[in-house]
């Protein structure tokens, strides 16, 4: 999901942030915004949530700034704080709602960043169809970048069990476009 952000923010600043420096704190959150939203929305099935959870989770982030230790990359330790938020609210919708609502949005436009919003939404759109396990394994391994034994201890799941929903929704996937490529 790009480049480090180590790197683009610095680690003087990530510490600033944690310190309670508001200016680097904004920074952080301005880097951050689109990962965690484009993450968050790719967990989700449907668009219903995805703005109050990218909130929060923003906040569990800069709540937590002080516990980064950095021997992770920043990105990756942000990543899991926001997944972890992301199946505490898929768990508390579950216990409320079972019914859910989806937002159908239209997109217009030739540009090339309204064309990378249509393939991130129809990448969106296609997840959304595959059952919760397997969309947040494919997920986080294929847009967070998690490996297989991050996400066995983050689901708090056997590996082979990541292996057979990431094999799973891929191939699931893949059916999918092929049938839209054939059509």
């Known amino acids: 999901m790009g480049k480090g952000m180590d790197g683009e923010l610095g680690a003087e600043r990530i510490r600033a942030a944690a310190k309670g ?8 959150i301005r880097a951050l915004l689109p990962r965690v939203r484009n993450l968050v929305r790719y967990l989700l099935r449907g668009d219903r949530d995805v703005d109050d959870i990218t909130q929060t989770a923003l906040l569990v982030v ?3 700034l002080p516990t980064f230790r950095g021997d992770a ?3 990756r330790w942000a990543d899991r704080l926001v997944a972890r938020e992301t199946f505490r609210h898929l768990k508390r919708r579950r216990m409320i ?3 859910e609502v989806e937002s159908e949005i239209e997109l217009t436009g030739s540009d090339g960043r309204d064309r ?4 991130r939404r129809a990448v969106a759109v296609a997840l959304d169809e595959l059952p919760e396990a397997q ?3 494919v997920a986080l391994h294929h847009v967070a970048g ?7 201890e983050l689901l708090e799941i056997p590996r082979e069990t990541v292996r057979s929903r990431l094999r799973l929704g891929m191939v699931r996937l893949r059916e999918r476009f092929a049938k839209e490529e054939a059509s």
């Open 146 to 152: 998690f490996t297989v034994p991050e996400l066995a």
């Open 73 to 75: 990359p920043f990105e």
């Open 21 to 28: 420096d508001r200016d680097a704190a904004e920074a952080v």
């Open 116 to 119: 990378d919003l249509l393939e």
């Open 97 to 99: 709602d079972a019914q």
């Open 62 to 64: 800069l709540k937590g």
């Open 135 to 137: 969309r947040v394994v």
